[in-house]
C-alpha cells in the first residue's frame, strides 16, 4: 500500500520537475502488469485505459475489451487499467489522468465522469502528442482523437421499432393504447435521451398511441416494481412499458410476473443483468437494449494504436447496440455480449 | 415620586384570552418616570402574560396601552424595543456563543472601512457602559463562559445601552447571591435615579420591600389592587396574593433528630469541594447554605452517585456508601431533588403520569412490562395527597407551574420510598402559595421519621426551616451552625469567607 | 382546570382528543386523500389496489417504525437504508450457499443488529452525534455490501422465500401482515415496557432521565438495535420481494423514513413519538405516491405535493402544540 501511495506521489512530482522518465509505474494498477511509461517504441504500444468506476461490472467489461485487444496483439500492445472507484469521484478521476500522462504513455482511452473537469488534462495530453480515446461520455473539447459511444436515442428507438412489432405478431393494435415509461434518473442526460429516443419513434410509429407520464424510481428496484404495478391497475389499456436501465427492467419485470400480464404487455429496458436475462427467458420481460462496452474497450484501444501507427481516424464513431429477446437470446453472439469474458 | 404626572407606560382593562382561558382579565396599571413598580402574584396569576404583551410577544385580545400618552401595541419585540421598552427575564436572553459586545450592538454592528467589524469601538462602547454600572466584564468575553449572574448584569447593561424608558425585570434574583443581588439593586436605583421606569417581578417579599416603590398584586388574571409599599407590609401582600391569611410561612413542626443515618468524611471533589464531614440525623432537615458555586450542589451530587468524588468517605445507615453511579444512590433509598428540576428533574415534553413512575419502575412493570392502569393510579393518588394542580396525569409537565412541577418530582422519589430527601433549591421560581405546600410537605415527610437536606440559596428560608446548616465558602466549608446559634450576620459572615469571631 | 363544570366523560373525551390529536389529524388527512382519490381514480376502491397499496406502504412502514424509536430517544439513524441492504445481500447469499432459510433469516437479522450495536456504541460511548455516527454508518455498510457481493445482485433464491412476499392470507398480503406484526410489537414496547418509558424520559431529558436511575447505555444501545434489526427484517422481506439480493436496495429509504416518523408526529428534538404515527405517515406518503400514478400525476409536481405535506404536517403539529 506504501509503495502504491509512493509511486502516486513519485509520478506527480515528476509531472511538475522531470517530466518523462521511464520507469515510474502508473499510480495504482488495476490488473495488466507491465510498466506504464516504458520508451516509447515502434514495436510496443503502452496504451492507458482511464474507466469511470471501478466497482461496476459495466465499466470492468470496457477493460475486459481492452484487455482482449492486448491479447490479440502479441505483445504490440501493453494495457494498463485504473479509474476512480465510484462514479462519483469527479476529482479522484481527473488525479488519475494527470498521473497517467504524466507517466507518458502512448496512448489513452477515457470513460470521463464529467463532460468538464477532464478537458484540459486531455487538451495537455493531446499537445503532448499522445492520441485521446474518449468512450461513453463525450468532453467539451475538440483535442480527443476519436469519441466512441452509445447513441442512446437511437438504441432507445430500436427497441420502439421492435415493440411495434411485437404487437403486430400478437395482434394487438395499438391505436389509441397506452405506453408507459419508468426512468432511473430525471437529472441524467443519457437517461433522458434514452426516454426521448423511445417516446419520439413510438410516436412516429403509432400517431395516436397516449404516452403516459413518465415514472422517476431513483434507481430502485421497489419503486420501480410499485410504479409498474400501479400503472398496469389505473390503465386497462397500457400495452408497453419502457425502462431505462436495468434496475428499472428488474422492477417491471417483477410487477409482470406477480400480475402475470407478460404476454398482454410489452416490456424493455435498458442495459442487462442476470435478473432481466432470467426474466425474458421466462416471458416477464420481452427484450433488453445491450450495448457494447466490450467492443468500446476493444475498439478504443485499437483506435488509439491505429492513431500512433498513422492512420486517419473518423472523429465520431457510433457502438452498435443489440436487441435482446427471447429469440435471439441463445445466440452466441448475443451470449458473448451478455456474458463477456466468458 | 410620581412628580410627573405622564406615566411611561399605562395600561387600561386589559384583557387577553387564550383558547379556552381568560389569562387576563381587566388589568390595569401604571408605571411612572423614576418608579420602581412591583408586580406580584402567585404563578399563572398572570405577571408574565402582561409582560409579554408589553414585550410584543402575544398580542392582546382587549384593552388599551398608552406609552408616554400614546395608544400604541407593540407586534414584535423589536417593536417594544423601539417604544424604549426593556426587558431582563431570570433565563438571559442573549446570544451564548457571542461576546458581550456582539450582544450589545446586535443587528446594529458598526462596520470599519474595510468594512469588516468595528470591533475596536463597540468593545469601548460596550466598555463604557459596564463601568457606569460598575460591571465588571470584559467586553469580549463570550456570554457562555460568563456565570448567570454576570450574564444578567450584561442583559442590564443592554437595555442601558438601548435606552430603554421601561426596564422590566422578570424574578432577576432568582439564580443570584446576596452580594450579587445587593449589586443588582444599586444598578436599580442607578436606573430609577436616572428616570427609568421599573417593573419588577419578583416572588422575594423582602425584596419588593427593600426596593419598590408600589406594588400591584395581580390573582387569577385579575388586579387585587395597588399598594404604596410603605402604606402595606409583606403578610398584607401575600393575604392579597393568596387571597387568605397567612401567618409565619417557615412555621413547620420540626421533630427529635434520631441516630445518625449519613456520615460525610473528608470527602474531595477537585476544585468543586474539599474536606467536607458532616453528619445527618433521622428526622432532621439539615440546611447547606452558601453562595451559588460554592460547592453546595457538588457534595450533593456526589453522595448520591451523580458525580464520583476523589477522596474521603461515606456512610450512609452505618454501611459504606461511595457511590460512582445514580442507581446505587437510588438503591439506597436517597432521592435527589435536582437545582435546576426543568434541566434535570423533569421530562416536561413526558406527562404528569411518566415523571411520577420514572424512578420506581419496579413497582409498576413486570419482566419489563408496564401495568399503565396502575401508574396512572399511582400518579393520581399522588396529585390528590400532593394537591398537584393538573387537569388530568396526561397533562405534559411543561404545562405546569413550578410549584405544581416540584411536587411531581417529590412525587417521583417518594413513590419510591426513599428516607433521605436532598432538595436541591427546592422553591426557585415557586409562587407562594406553592411554597407554603412545599414546607407542609416537609412537615409531613420528617413526620413520617424520613431525613432532609435541603439547599438554598435564601436565607430567610434556610434559618426558617433547618435544625442545622452547613455553611459553604468556595468548596470548603466554614462552619455547622444548630437552630439557636443561627444569625443572619454570622451565616453570611461565614458564607463570604470572613472570619469573624467564631 | 376550565373543564370543572363538564361531565367526567367530556373530560375523558376531551383528555383523549388532546393525547391523540396528531394521529387523529392524520387519520382526517388519510380519509380525506382515500376519498380524493377514489372519486377520481376509477380503480382506486378496488380491493386489488387496496391490498397493493398495503404492500407498497409495508417495507417503508416498517423501517418507519424503528426509525421513530430512534427520533424518539433523541437521536437519528441515517443509516437504515444500508442496513436493509445488508440483510437483504446477507439472507440472499447465505440462502444460495444452501443455509436453511430460518438460519439464513437469524443470521442477516444478527447482522443487522451488529449495524446497531455499532451505532450505539458510537452515540453513547464515543459520544459522537447521532447523524454523523450513523452517516459513518451508512457509507461503511453500504460499501461492505458491495465489497462482499462484488457490486453484483444475487439470484435464484428459494421459491418458498420469494413467494412469501407475493402471496397473501385470505386475500391480505403477507407483507402487510408482517408489518402489523411490527407495528404491534413496536406499540407493545413503547407503550407497556419500561425500556420503552425510559426511551421517552431519556429523549425528553437525558440528565433527568439518568438522575432517575434510568439505565441509559441500555436505552441507547437498546433504541438503535432495535432500529437496525427492524430494518433486518425490512430488507429480509425487501429481498423475497425483489426476488434477489440487491446490493444498492434500499438506497434513500433514510428519508422516507424519517418523513414518516416525523409526519407521524415525533420530534427531533425527542421525547416525542408516535408508532401509530409513523405508521399513517408511511401510509399517507404511500397512498400520495400511488394516486399519483393512477391518475397520472406529473412525478416532480408529485414528490412536490409530498415534500408540502411533510412541512405542512409539521407545521400544524407544531402550532397544535403551541397552543396547548
Known amino acids: 500500500m506504501k509503495k502504491k501511495v509512493l509511486s502516486v506521489f513519485l509520478a506527480a512530482a515528476m509531472a511538475v520537475s522531470l517530466g518523462a522518465c521511464g520507469g515510474t509505474t502508473t499510480p495504482a494498477p488495476a490488473s495488466s502488469g507491465g510498466s506504464g511509461a516504458s520508451s516509447a517504441g515502434k514495436d510496443t504500444y503502452n496504451v492507458t485505459v482511464i474507466i469511470k468506476a471501478t466497482d461496476s461490472s459495466y465499466w470492468q467489461t470496457l477493460l475486459l475489451g481492452a484487455k482482449a485487444a492486448a491479447e490479440e496483439s502479441n505483445g504490440k500492445i501493453k494495457v494498463t487499467t485504473d479509474g476512480p472507484a465510484s462514479e462519483t469521484d469527479i476529482d479522484k478521476q481527473v488525479t488519475i489522468l494527470e498521473n497517467a500522462i504524466a507517466a507518458k504513455p502512448d496512448g489513452i482511452v477515457l470513460a470521463s465522469i464529467s463532460s468538464t473537469s477532464t478537458v484540459p488534462a486531455v487538451e495537455q495530453a493531446n499537445a503532448a502528442g499522445i492520441p485521446v480515446v474518449t468512450v461513453d461520455n463525450k468532453l467539451e473539447t475538440d483535442a480527443y482523437t476519436q469519441h466512441i459511444a452509445t447513441d442512446h436515442a437511437i438504441a432507445a428507438a430500436t427497441a420502439a421499432a421492435d415493440m411495434v412489432d411485437q404487437w403486430k405478431a400478437k395482434g394487438i393494435d395499438p391505436a389509441g393504447k397506452k405506453v408507459a415509461l419508468i426512468s432511473a434518473d430525471s437529472g441524467s442526460a443519457v437517461n433522458q435521451a434514452r426516454c426521448k429516443g423511445f417516446t419520439d419513434e413510438i410516436k412516429r410509429l403509432v400517431p395516436s398511441i397516449v404516452v403516459l407520464e413518465t415514472q422517476y424510481c431513483d434507481n430502485d428496484i421497489q419503486k420501480a416494481l410499485d410504479a409498474a404495478d400501479n400503472l398496469v391497475l389505473a390503465n386497462q389499456d397500457l400495452i408497453g412499458i419502457f425502462g431505462d436501465n436495468n434496475h428499472m427492467g428488474d422492477g417491471i419485470a417483477k410487477a409482470m410476473e406477480q400480475s402475470k400480464k407478460g404476454d398482454k404487455i410489452v416490456t424493455y429496458a435498458f442495459d442487462s443483468d442476470d435478473t432481466e436475462i432470467d426474466a425474458i427467458q421466462n416471458g416477464n420481460l420481452t427484450g433488453i437494449v445491450v450495448q457494447d462496452p466490450f467492443g468500446m474497450g476493444y475498439n478504443g484501444v485499437l483506435a488509439a494504436v491505429s492513431k500512433l501507427e498513422g492512420k486517419d481516424l473518423e472523429k465520431d464513431k457510433v457502438s452498435e447496440t443489440t436487441l435482446v429477446t427471447k429469440k435471439n437470446i441463445q445466440e452466441d453472439a448475443v451470449q458473448k455480449l451478455l456474458y463477456p469474458g466468458k | 415620586m410620581q412628580t410627573q404626572k405622564q406615566p411611561i407606560v399605562a395600561i387600561k382593562g386589559l384583557v387577553k384570552d387564550f383558547p379556552g382561558v381568560r389569562a387576563l382579565s381587566g388589568v390595569d396599571l401604571e408605571v411612572y418616570p423614576g418608579e420602581v413598580h412591583a408586580l406580584i402574584g402567585e404563578n399563572g396569576a398572570g405577571k408574565s402574560t402582561v409582560i409579554k404583551i408589553l414585550m410584543g410577544i402575544y398580542s392582546k385580545t382587549a384593552g388599551e396601552i398608552y406609552v408616554e400618552g400614546e395608544l400604541k401595541e407593540a407586534r414584535s419585540p423589536v417593536q417594544a424595543q423601539s417604544f424604549g421598552f426593556g426587558a431582563v427575564y431570570q433565563d438571559v436572553n442573549l446570544a451564548q456563543h457571542l461576546s458581550v459586545a456582539e450582544n450589545f450592538f446586535m443587528g446594529q454592528l458598526p462596520k470599519t472601512k474595510l468594512g469588516t467589524v468595528d470591533f475596536k469601538k463597540i468593545n469601548r462602547a460596550t466598555q463604557e457602559i459596564l463601568e457606569s454600572i460598575h460591571v465588571h466584564v470584559d467586553p469580549k468575553a463570550i456570554i457562555r463562559t460568563l456565570s448567570v449572574a454576570q450574564q444578567e448584569m450584561v442583559a442590564i447593561g443592554k437595555t442601558i445601552f438601548q435606552k430603554a424608558k421601561l426596564v422590566i425585570f422578570d424574578e432577576p434574583t432568582a439564580l443570584l447571591t446576596n452580594d450579587e443581588t445587593q449589586q443588582l439593586f444599586q444598578m436599580i436605583k442607578q436606573l430609577k435615579n436616572s428616570g427609568v421606569g421599573i417593573l419588577y417581578v419578583s416572588h422575594r417579599m423582602e425584596e419588593i420591600f427593600s426596593i419598590c416603590d408600589r406594588a400591584s398584586v395581580l390573582k387569577d388574571g385579575a388586579l387585587v389592587g395597588t399598594v404604596p409599599i410603605d402604606q402595606t407590609t409583606q403578610d398584607q401582600l401575600i393575604s392579597m396574593m393568596v387571597g387568605r391569611n397567612v401567618e409565619n410561612m417557615y412555621q413547620i413542626q420540626h421533630q427529635a433528630p434520631g441516630e445518625t443515618i449519613l456520615k460525610v468524611d473528608n470527602i474531595s471533589r477537585g476544585k468543586a469541594f474539599s474536606d467536607i464531614s458532616f453528619e445527618v440525623r433521622k428526622g432532621e432537615i439539615f440546611g447547606m447554605f452558601g453562595l451559588v458555586g460554592s460547592g453546595r450542589t457538588e457534595i450533593v451530587r456526589s453522595i448520591f452517585g451523580a458525580d464520583v468524588k476523589d477522596g474521603g468517605t461515606v456512610t450512609l445507615h452505618g454501611k459504606q456508601a461511595d457511590y460512582v453511579k445514580p442507581t446505587q444512590g437510588i438503591k439506597a433509598g436517597i432521592a435527589l431533588l435536582p437545582e435546576n428540576r426543568r434541566a434535570q428533574g423533569l421530562a416536561l415534553g413526558l406527562s404528569v403520569s411518566d415523571n411520577i413512575n420514572m424512578v420506581a419502575q419496579n413497582k409498576i412493570s413486570r419482566f419489563g412490562v408496564v401495568n399503565n392502569q396502575e401508574s396512572v393510579k399511582i400518579a393520581k393518588s399522588f396529585c390528590d395527597k400532593l394537591r398537584i394542580k393538573t387537569p388530568s396525569v396526561y397533562q405534559r409537565v411543561k404545562n405546569l407551574s413550578g410549584g405544581n412541577q416540584q411536587k411531581v418530582v417529590i412525587s417521583k422519589w417518594l413513590e419510591q420510598d426513599s428516607d433521605l430527601f436532598i432538595f436541591d433549591e427546592p422553591t426557585v421560581g415557586v409562587d407562594v402559595g406553592a411554597k407554603l405546600e412545599i414546607y407542609k410537605i416537609f412537615e409531613t415527610l420528617i413526620k413520617e421519621g424520613k431525613t432532609i437536606i435541603m439547599i438554598s440559596s435564601y436565607l430567610p428560608e434556610v434559618m426558617g426551616l433547618a435544625d442545622r446548616i452547613l455553611i459553604m465558602y468556595e468548596g470548603q466549608q466554614t462552619g455547622i451552625l444548630s437552630r439557636d446559634e443561627f444569625q443572619e450576620e454570622r451565616i453570611l459572615r461565614l458564607a463570604s469567607g470572613i472570619k469573624g469571631k467564631e | ?324
Open chain 3, 1 to 324: 382546570m376550565t373543564a370543572e363544570n363538564k361531565s367526567l366523560k367530556q373530560r375523558q373525551y376531551n383528555s383523549f382528543l388532546a393525547r391523540y390529536q396528531t394521529e387523529l389529524l392524520l387519520v382526517g388527512i388519510l380519509a380525506v386523500l382515500f376519498l380524493f382519490f377514489g372519486n377520481t381514480s376509477p380503480v382506486f376502491f378496488q380491493l386489488e389496489t387496496l391490498m397493493k397499496l398495503l404492500k407498497q406502504a409495508s417495507i417503508y412502514g416498517i423501517i418507519a417504525i424503528g426509525m421513530v424509536f430512534v427520533i424518539t430517544s433523541s437521536g437519528i439513524d441515517i443509516s437504515v437504508g444500508s442496513v436493509v441492504g445488508l440483510s437483504g445481500v446477507i439472507v440472499a447469499m447465505a440462502m444460495v450457499n444452501g443455509v436453511p432459510i430460518p438460519i439464513a433469516i437469524l443470521l442477516a437479522i444478527a447482522s443487522s443488529a451488529l449495524v446497531g450495536l455499532f451505532n450505539g456504541i458510537l452515540v453513547y460511548d464515543a459520544n459522537v452525534p447521532p447523524f454523523i455516527a450513523t452517516l459513518g454508518s451508512l457509507t461503511i455498510v453500504r460499501n461492505f455490501i458491495l465489497l462482499i457481493t462484488g457490486a453484483k445482485t444475487i439470484s435464484d433464491l428459494p421459491k418458498v422465500f420469494t413467494n412469501f412476499a407475493a402471496d397473501s392470507m385470505l386475500g391480505i398480503p403477507y407483507l402487510f401482515l408482517s408489518w402489523a406484526v411490527f407495528v404491534c410489537i413496536g406499540l407493545f414496547i413503547a407503550k407497556k415496557t419500561t425500556f420503552g418509558r425510559n426511551m421517552y424520559a431519556y429523549g425528553s431529558n437525558k440528565e433527568a432521565a439518568r438522575l432517575s436511575g434510568i439505565r441509559v447505555r441500555s436505552v441507547v444501545y437498546g433504541v438503535y438495535i432495535f432500529c437496525s434489526s427492524v430494518c433486518g427484517v425490512a430488507g429480509i422481506l425487501l429481498a423475497s420481494r425483489l426476488g434477489n439480493g440487491v446490493p444498492n436496495a434500499g438506497t434513500g429509504y433514510e428519508l422516507d423514513a424519517i418523513a414518516a416518523a416525523v409526519v407521524g408526529g415525533a420530534s427531533l428534538d425527542g421525547g416525542e413519538g408516535s408508532v401509530i404515527g409513523a405508521v399513517l405517515g408511511a401510509m399517507i406518503m404511500a397512498t400520495l405516491r400511488q394516486g399519483g400514478t393512477l391518475l397520472g400525476i406529473n412525478s416532480f409536481i408529485m414528490e412536490i405535493i409530498i415534500g408540502s405535506l411533510i412541512v405542512i404536517a409539521v407545521v400544524l403539529d407544531k402550532v397544535r402544540k403551541k397552543r396547548n
